[in-house]
């Protein structure tokens, strides 16, 4: 007896703006043993929907307070950080995403700023000027720019060694032009956003390569358009993000064929339930969801909230805390 084959629904060329709010709400009403097993990630979870929303203009979908109540409710006021779900230890990753959540929601005013920025300040090496991601010590690139990151956004820079800093972010820096995890790790587009996003709160993109850090960034793009993080590997949506944020801080997303990754990030939508997964076909999340419509804004897709490239948030919300 012959069989239907059931063919998967096509994929429009245009953003699926509703299905993609939805499938953000819905992302806390499965509770599933997924949604258990990725405690460890919830704060950060919370951070890429409500910046999801805010790039496509629908924030409001979210409850303001609800949300606020929730995060607050991850304040370790003994340490100073947040951790990333009740019962879990502080970390910096959790308490950025924390503060770029009361940034979004205006509420920035309830935080004990000075007992964050004194946790921040413990975890960085006075020798090497890396900094931890909690008591525990791992250090990388990526604890340097969220460290740099919290302090920027809450007005403390100048409490920063910021000498001991840009050292360490510097270090990691290769022949190629890339960045590292640490010094001498192989170059990643996901480390070269971090450090160049931390060279340029620090006012020092002066160190880096520029020409050929761009020139590397931009072989990332394959032939179907998408961006891979490094030579020889997979195209993945999140380097809509890592690779063109970094071409952008430094003036070179030009040198990207945008109308090509544009069509890839769309192709990469789910056109039954929303949201955006790291390739056509795949499972959609909201890690990939994020990163492929902050791709979007920067390649300036019609009806996206124009984002900051350095801070990954709405660049209306770092205006108005920046001033710039």
């Known amino acids: 007896m012959a069989t239907t084959q059931l063919q998967p629904t096509p994929v429009p060329d245009y953003l699926l703006t509703d299905l993609h709010v939805s499938y953000i709400q ?3 009403v499965k509770r599933d043993l997924a949604y258990y097993m990725t405690e460890h990630l919830r ?4 951070y890429w929907g409500l910046t999801a929303l805010a790039l496509m203009g629908k924030q409001d979908a979210l409850p303001r307070q609800e949300m606020i109540d929730w995060v607050m409710s991850c304040w ?3 340490v100073g950080g947040f951790s990333p779900h009740p019962g879990h230890e502080p970390h910096i990753h959790p308490t950025l995403s924390a503060i770029q959540i009361l940034a979004m929601q205006d509420s920035l005013d309830i935080l004990d700023k000075d007992r964050v920025v004194a946790y921040v300040l413990s975890l960085q090496d006075r020798k090497t000027g890396a900094f931890a991601g909690d008591e525990w010590g791992e250090k990388d690139s990526r604890f340097s720019y969220i460290a740099v990151s919290i302090l920027s956004l809450l007005g403390k820079l100048d409490v920063l060694d910021k000498e001991k800093t840009t ?3 510097h270090r990691c820096a290769n022949f190629d032009g890339g960045f590292g995890a640490v010094p001498e790790a192989e170059s990643h587009a996901a480390y070269v956003w971090t450090c160049v996003g931390a060279l340029a709160i620090l006012d020092r993109l002066d160190l880096v390569e520029k020409d050929t850090l761009c020139w590397w960034l931009c072989e990332r793009q394959l032939p179907n358009g998408g961006l891979n993080g490094r030579p020889e590997k997979l195209e ?3 380097y809509s993000w ?3 944020a970094s071409l952008a801080i430094l003036g070179r997303s030009h040198w990207i064929d945008g109308a ?3 069509k ?3 192709s990469a939508q789910d056109p039954d339930k929303g949201g955006i997964a790291d390739r056509p076909e795949d499972l959609a999340d909201v890690w990939h969801t994020v990163f492929g419509l902050a791709g979007l804004s920067l390649l300036k897709h019609p009806g996206m909230e124009e984002v900051d490239p350095v801070y990954c948030m709405p660049r209306s919300v770092t205006r108005k805390l920046l001033g710039k």
């Open 26 to 28: 819905s992302l806390d």
């Open 76 to 78: 370790h006021e003994d």
């Open 236 to 238: 993945d949506v999140c």
């Open 264 to 266: 890839f990030i769309l």
């Open 167 to 169: 050292e360490f972010v």
């Open 43 to 46: 704060m950060n979870g919370i």
């Open 242 to 244: 890592w690779a063109l």
């Open 260 to 262: 090509k990754l544009s």
